[in-house]
């Protein structure tokens, strides 16, 4: 179900988004929402670079396998 939201704004960004939205072709509320939806899954997850960034760390995976082989074996406290 949808909510409805107030939001506060300067004029020359409700211009600014207003004017998006127009060239988009979509209602000024859909757009604010694509938009943080965007934001938050630019956030949320790791890009190509990242991700490779961390498979080719060696001790960051020994470390994070070795903490893994703990759980399965019941060693250690969930803190």
Known sequence: ???T???RL???TYKLFQKLAQQDN???SNFIETAA???IDDSEYL???EMAEI???EELNAS???GLDDVKAGRGEFV
């Open 26 to 28: 979509r209602p000024l």
């Open 10 to 12: 300067k004029e020359d």
């Open 47 to 49: 890009d190509s670079y």
């Open 1 to 3: 179900m949808s909510k």
């Open 5 to 7: 939201v107030t939001l």
């Open 37 to 39: 939806l965007r934001f």
């Open 55 to 57: 498979e080719q760390n």
């Open 64 to 66: 994070l396998k070795a």
